[in-house]
């Protein structure tokens, strides 16, 4: 296949082409309170080509591997390409030379979860389950599981010559627990970049299902907060939440051209100077956002977005890094052969402080400790929003009770701005999930615990 | 016979040896050009071809996918679906459906579709953008697209089922903000779609959302309170709608995961409420003759008076619960089917919109929902997007920081009125619905 590709960039008529080689096997098995609700592989795989001509961008995509279908595909990509340039103001003008990269990339993995067969994935799902539904309160219960094995080769007119390996593994439990007619549920996920004993590596999964009954049954019994402007202690997930969301989107060149809330504000002050906030593929080997190298075939490094309090850099692909001067770090991304690469955050977090854990909830007056995210949001004026699992209230120093249904909202920058501790904790805490910018995108995010304000959205009295 | 059917038919003979089989086959051409900061940005053309295979072994299932019309692939994939259904744990609800008689819909294809080019696409991406700009200088074009799609979908199973189809979409989306002296505003997204390249406005799209993202400057802060809600169709689709779907979906009642599972007949909504699912709604975009299993998809009445009427379901939840299928499986060929509405109508009441506002003494009109909701026990809680402060029976300024709680099953019960005002929402869903008033709604401002 690499020599097919080769020979179409040779006869490529595009100012620039890049062609990618994707082949994506993927298992998916959920059980759902006793039943096997879907246990399924599939197989998808092509080239998807991207080409510049006349100074514009056309993109085309084939499953079909024949040498003659993938040039049909970039004469398609080509004449995409034209017809765009007609109606465009500005033409991309090229990046200028980039550096080749000719290398092969595998992913970190400890025992392949492909040694372990479909039988072995379902069976272990089916005790879990039928463990959680054993619990008091939990009527129902739903264990999934979700592996994806993605190969790459990546070409370009660059001379770039990119092979990837990547191995990425989802778990996810959730208990719902039912009593006088009050219905709550409790989830605990894992996602990580690796193999069977990565994923389990902190936690065996009885302990991950276990955990999901716990936050269930305790739900149960939790009431509603008051909504308010509040003192709040983040848990890693929320502070990788809040980092992805409430900041790193709208640091995305794209959306800072379209005018988000970070236009025009490198080198300006927009947190508390005890935030660093980074993005980076290759943080670590094994969370779940590990990018060597981008869908441009950019090597990925370190975007240091926000240094002590000051924004420092956007996340870039090639064409806005070179009009804007900034420089791409591996953050073009393309889920499947049929999408082209668009910017998207690899592994998003905030630099661990010097605060002890528990000294951020004791030198607490009053306030929110809150853990595990739901769903979240950000408009591209920084605006964030996102569903709390638990919202524990704290009173002089300590945790008091459990209050369920909270969310937290504010704008990303003020909300960085309030931050007054931040602890000597870290964790990536995301990778059970996916970001979603018109076609998904593997993330992880957190960072340490850290205490700052935002509104917590709850009930209001008559 | 289609194509896609003769590949379909070809598989099951082959493949005789495997007694419930179904496969399920996809072609997409689809164009896209894609429109990013205030500029063309990138044209797109694609054509996909699918697969999904489901089968039955000693009531196990398993299931493979491929991107690929190559029969011997697709038999490679049958004896892959196969082996898993071997390891799988038996449960007697597996069915594959016999068949039912299916009466094809018309106005679903615009043959013209076959002729459309990318230029084409390009033309109309070029209006949608240069309308937006050219109405306010304030007006910045984020995201968005024109995009096509020229799609065929044919269903085979062992015990008979033999259908295809044929529909093509338009669909536009456009997404913005304005800025003024410093203030962004709040980012909207309007979004259009049709069969038929003649019914799809793209101006129209293009003027509602600089409209209501220029209205939404000068947003201020308000108290918080606790009162009413005027929900825009949007706003309604995104915060009551969602969590009401859920909990209707066959399989979420058969395991215990809602709070409809005793309720057919009994009252879950105020009275002036009633919703119906209708796949051959005329100019509904998720209009189909037959649903992913082959089986059609008569128009349901879900909710009646406020009184619960039916859930939905595909032939595993139907067989489960000793009903029949309603017909709304779901999904494409990647997973096995699902289950969702086609095109969900609202009947509209009889007053309209300016009428609901004139009689709220404190509230809020939510253009849109950015939020979280439990589906589990329908909580919710969101920010306001482009909201509108209520102050006796009068539009005061635009909201900023507000966020909204609630509960759905709550909120439906509350429901003070229903605007004459019909839209409709094209997202994940199509839907056609008016406004809803809703009482005791928690607004907390940041």
Redesign the interface.
């Known amino acids: 296949m690499k020599d097919i590709l080769l020979r179409l960039v040779e006869k490529s008529d595009g100012d620039y082409i890049e062609l990618r080689y994707h082949t994506r096997d993927q298992k ?1 098995i959920e ?3 006793g ?12 080239v998807g080509i ?1 080409v510049l001509v006349d100074g ?9 591997t024949r040498e003659e279908d993938i040039l049909k595909t970039m004469k ?2 080509e ?3 034209r ?2 340039a ?5 033409r991309v003008e090229g990046f200028g030379e980039m550096t080749p990269v000719d290398g092969t990339f595998k992913a970190r993995v400890n025992d392949s979860v492909t040694n372990h ?3 072995d994935k ?1 069976n272990l799902l ?1 005790r879990l389950d039928k463990d959680m539904r054993a619990c008091s309160d939990i ?2 219960a ?1 264990c999934l599981w979700n592996e994806i094995q993605d190969d790459k080769l990546i070409v370009n007119s660059f001379g770039t010559e990119v092979s990837l390996h990547d191995e990425k593994v989802e778990f996810h439990t959730i208990a ?1 627990a ?1 009593s006088n007619g ?4 409790g989830s605990e996920s894992r996602g990580i970049t690796g193999g069977w004993k990565d994923l389990f590596a902190i936690d065996p999964a009885e302990d991950i299902a276990q955990k999901a009954v716990k936050t269930a049954q305790q739900l149960l019994k939790a009431k ?1 907060p008051k ?3 509040a003192t709040v202690v983040l848990n890693p997930e929320l502070v990788g939440l809040i980092s992805h969301e409430a900041i790193g989107h709208t640091v995305e060149a ?2 800072v ?5 970070a236009q025009g504000k490198i080198n300006e002050k927009v947190a508390s100077e005890l935030v660093t906030m980074v993005d980076h593929g290759t943080a670590t080997p094994h969370a779940a956002g590990w990018t060597p190298v981008d869908d441009e075939g950019i090597l990925s490094t370190r975007t240091e977005i926000i240094k002590e309090g000051v924004l420092n850099e956007y996340l870039y692909n090639m064409e806005i890094a070179s009009v804007l001067g900034g420089k791409p770090r591996g953050n073009a991304r393309a889920y499947e052969y ?1 999408d ?1 690469p668009i910017i998207r955050m690899t592994n998003t977090f905030i630099e661990p402080g010097d605060h002890g854990v528990d000294e951020l909830i004791e030198e607490t007056k009053e306030g929110f400790y809150l853990e595990g995210a ?4 950000a ?3 920084g ?1 964030f ?3 709390v699992q638990k919202a524990w209230r704290i009173k002089d120093g300590e945790l008091t009770e459990l209050l ?4 937290i ?3 990303g920058f003020e909300v960085l701005k309030s931050i007054d501790a931040v602890a000597d904790n870290f964790e990536f805490k995301m990778g059970a999930g996916y970001c979603g910018k ?1 076609q998904r995108a593997k993330v992880d995010g957190g960072g340490p615990n850290l205490r700052c304000t ?9 | 016979m289609s194509r896609l059917l003769e590949l379909g038919e070809n598989i099951l003979r082959k493949a005789e040896n495997i007694d419930d089989l179904e496969i399920y086959l996809v072609t997409d051409t689809n164009i896209d ?1 894609g429109i ?15 697969v999904g295979v489901r089968v039955l072994h000693d009531d196990r ?8 019309l190559d029969e011997r692939v697709i038999l490679k ?1 049958v004896k ?2 196969y082996n ?2 071997k ?3 038996p ?1 007697e ?1 597996n069915l594959i459906p016999a068949p039912k008689k299916v009466s094809h819909l018309k106005g679903i294809y615009d043959k013209t579709i076959q002729d459309f ?3 084409d696409a ?2 109309n ?2 209006l949608l953008l240069e309308t937006c700009l050219n109405q306010d200088d304030r007006f ?4 968005g697209f024109f995009a096509t799609h020229d799609m065929q979908r044919a269903v085979v199973n062992s015990r008979g089922v033999s259908e295809s189809e044929r529909s093509s979409v338009y669909i536009c989306l456009a997404m ?2 304005a ?1 003024d002296k410093g203030e ?4 909207d997204l309007k979004v259009g779609g049709s069969n038929y390249i003649a019914d799809i406005d793209v101006e129209m799209v293009a003027r509602e959302l600089v409209e209501s993202t220029i209205n939404s400057l000068g947003a201020k802060k308000a108290k ?3 009162g009413t809600g005027i929900l825009s169709p949007q706003a309604l689709a995104m915060m009551l709608f969602m969590g009401l779907i859920y909990p209707l979906k066959g ?1 979420r009642v ?4 809602s ?1 409809f599972t005793d309720k057919i007949g009994e009252k879950i909504a105020a009275s002036n409420f009633n919703l119906v699912d209708h796949s051959r709604l005329p100019k509904g975009l998720r209009c189909r003759s037959f649903d992913r299993e082959g089986l059609p998809i008569p128009k349901l009445k879900i909710v009646e008076d406020g009184v619960l009427k039916s859930h939905l379901h595909n032939s595993y939840t139907a067989n489960a619960m000793d009903v029949q299928s309603t017909g709304h499986a779901s999904g494409g060929p ?3 089917p699902s289950i969702d509405p086609t095109n969900l109508v609202l009947s509209p009441g009889n007053r309209g919109l300016e009428h609901l506002i004139s009689e709220v003494e404190n509230g809020v009109l939510i253009n849109r929902f ?8 329908g ?1 919710f ?3 306001v ?1 482009g909201g509108y402060m209520i102050e006796g029976g009068a539009i005061k300024h635009p909201l900023k ?1 507000m ?3 609630g509960n759905v099953f709550d909120s439906l019960n509350n429901i003070s009125a229903i605007s004459s005002n019909v839209e409709k929402v094209a997202s994940l869903l199509y839907m056609e619905l008016p406004y809803l008033q809703v009482e005791d709604l ?5």
């Open positions: 998916r059980v759902v309170k039943d096997t609700e879907e246990v399924h592989s599939s197989t998808y795989g092509g991207r514009a961008w056309g993109f085309s995509s084939t499953s079909r398609s990509a004449c995409a390409a017809f765009s007609k109606g465009k103001k500005e067969s479909i039988e379902v089916t009527n129902s739903k719902y039912d009050e219905k709550v549920a509603h909504g308010d402007i794209d959306f051209q379209s005018g988000s809330i049929s082209p739901k769903g979240g949001q408009d591209a004026n605006e929003m996102f569903g369920r249904g909270a969310s909202s504010g704008s018109f935002a509104t917590v959205g709850g009930k209001q009295e008559g | 050009v990013q900061s205030n500029e063309i940005n990138m044209s797109r053309y694609h054509v996909k071809e699918q299932l398993g299931f493979s996918s491929v991107h690929s994939k892959e679906a898993i259904a390891n799988s744990i449960d609800n080019e990318v230029q390009v033309r991406a070029k910045s074009f984020s995201d913005g903000m800025s962004i505003s709040n980012e918080s309170f606790e399989n058969l395991r215990g995961m709070p990647r997973t096995i950015s939020g979280d909701i439990n589906p589990v026990n909580d809680s969101g920010v997007k920081n966020m909204v709680s928690s607004f907390t401002s940041g």
